[in-house]
T-cell receptor
Framework: DTAVSQTPKYLVTQMGNDKSIKCEQNLGHDTMYWYKQDSKKFLKIMFSYNNKELIINETVPNRFSPKSPDKAHLNLHINSLELGDSAVYFC???????????FGPGTRLTVL | QKEVEQNSGPLSVPEGAIASLNCTYSDRGSQSFFWYRQYSGKSPELIMFIYSNGDKEDGRFTAQLNKASQYVSLLIRDSQPSDSATYLCAVDTGRRALTFGSGTRLQVQP
């Protein structure tokens, strides 16, 4: 069984569209994260949730909105997609904040 | 100054040699330090973590932590071509999350 899964794996879309990426973890962890990895491979945290509560909301455009329906799921919705949003988005989970994080396979988003 | 700094590389070593990867961090209060490996097109995977000053060994990998000098390093003994990847240092910088360095690309030449 995959510990942290994301869908879709690839997402190609036009500028201005709205899209969602889903993440699920079956590790029983309390904390989940969204990261963005750009073309220079820099991994930057966007959001973290602990027990469904938003803990970190880094300086990202408010076009990005996370939603955590339960502890095992953290989805990312992006409105009005822009070219600069093209990147790989990773979901991760950990037992608690600052514990070892386990990453999903990533979603490669391409905005045309 | 970046919170977590790594040399981007590439660091090129011959097969069988020791690869030494370094990471410095700015927050003296940091308590937890992690090394992740990321193959091209894949997600980061944990290699090891270290919390205390000194060395921690796991197979061919050794993590070294020096809190006074604010650096953490990863040594890979008997490097193999399969070790070729980007190595990410991650540090608990007190922001209730890990901060990742930009990674060092390691190339092991057969």
């Amino acid at each position: 069984d995959t510990a942290v899964s994301q869908t879709p794996k690839y997402l190609v879309t036009q500028m201005g569209n709205d899209k969602s990426i889903k993440c699920e973890q079956n590790l029983g962890h309390d904390t989940m994260y969204w990261y963005k990895q750009d073309s220079k491979k820099f991994l930057k945290i966007m959001f973290s949730y602990n027990n469904k509560e938003l803990i970190i909301n880094e300086t990202v455009p408010n076009r990005f909105s996370p939603k955590s329906p339960d502890k095992a799921h953290l989805n990312l919705h992006i409105n009005s997609l822009e070219l600069g949003d093209s990147a790989v988005y990773f979901c991760a989970s950990s037992e608690d904040l600052t514990d070892t994080q386990y990453f999903g396979p990533g979603t490669r988003l391409t905005v045309l | 100054q970046k919170e977590v700094e790594q040399n981007s590389g590439p660091l090129s070593v011959p097969e069988g040699a020791i690869a030494s990867l370094n990471c410095t961090y700015s927050d003296r209060g940091s308590q937890s330090f992690f090394w992740y490996r990321q193959y091209s097109g894949k997600s980061p995977e944990l290699i090891m973590f270290i919390y205390s000053n000194g060395d921690k060994e796991d197979g061919r990998f050794t993590a070294q932590l020096n809190k006074a000098s604010q650096y953490v390093s990863l040594l890979i003994r008997d490097s193999q071509p399969s070790d070729s990847a980007t190595y990410l240092c991650a540090v608990d910088t007190g922001r209730r999350a890990l901060t990742f360095g930009s990674g060092t690309r390691l190339q092991v030449q057969p």
